[in-house]
T-cell receptor
Framework: DAGVTQSPTHLIKTRGQHVTLRCSPI?????VSWYQQVLGQGPQFIFQ???????GRGNFPDRFSARQFPNYSSELNVNALLLGDSALYLC???????????FGQGTRLTVV | DQQVKQNSPSLSVQEGRISILNCDYT??????FLWYKKYPAEGPTFLIS?????DKNEDGRFTVFLNKSAKHLSLHIVPSQPGDSAVYFC??????????FGKGTKLSVKP
């Protein structure tokens, strides 16, 4: 069984550009969450989607947006990239009912 | 303001001995807690969880203890193995269905 898959694994962008990160959840999981992890910190919650509806949003600027598709895959979009957006972006999926979340390997974004 | 705190950035343990990783939280509304292990260049891997209605959960070498009155939980690994060397994150279930993570503790298990 495939776990949570994220693409791309690495990418480099220039300040001011836009980026789209993609995530496919574990089969049967209807909830997808996005987290940002910077060096020396734990993952910080960005968004959660359940059944294609936004269920929660963390303390991130409006430059960050996301959506979930009918097949439960998800995209995270970041506009007007800043140097401080450089981080590991993690996607997690779960069944949506207070259970453990399973993480993908992450996308390492570097903004130069 | 951190709601989940792991006050020890690192811990070194001899192989075969017990590793104890600690975590404190401030929000009494959290209703479940989890531990994740993370290797470099990989996403966090789920280890074990505990509901707030329990005080102990065990899975093989891993046991999590919850002390609600002290708002404290701990992860015990016994016996510790060199392959356990990784960063361990404590997380709590938030009101939005999200997880709130501590900063992590780097465990080194020496042969």
């Amino acid at each position: 069984d495939a776990g949570v898959t994220q693409s791309p694994t690495h990418l480099i962008k220039t300040r001011g550009q836009h980026v789209t990160l993609r995530c496919s959840p574990i089969s049967g999981h209807k909830s997808v969450s996005w987290y940002q992890q910077v060096l020396g910190q734990g993952p910080q919650f960005i968004f959660q989607y359940y059944e294609k509806e936004e269920r929660g949003r963390g303390n991130f600027p409006d430059r960050f947006s996301a959506r979930q598709f009918p097949n439960y895959s998800s995209e995270l979009n970041v506009n007007a990239l800043l140097l401080g957006d450089s981080a590991l972006y993690l996607c997690a999926s779960d069944t949506g009912v207070n259970t453990e979340a399973f993480f993908g390997q992450g996308t390492r974004l570097t903004v130069v | 303001d951190q709601q989940v705190k792991q006050n020890s950035p690192s811990l070194s343990v001899q192989e075969g001995r017990i590793s104890i990783l600690n975590c404190d939280y401030t929000n009494s509304m959290f209703d479940y807690f989890l531990w994740y292990k993370k290797y470099p260049a990989e996403g966090p891997t789920f280890l074990i969880s505990i509901s707030s209605i329990k005080d102990k959960n065990e899975d093989g070498r891993f046991t999590v203890f919850l002390n609600k009155s002290a708002k404290h939980l701990s992860l015990h690994i016994v016996p510790s193995q060199p392959g356990d060397s990784a960063v361990y994150f404590c997380a709590a279930g938030g009101s939005q269905g999200n997880l709130i993570f501590g900063k992590g503790t780097k465990l080194s298990v020496k042969p």
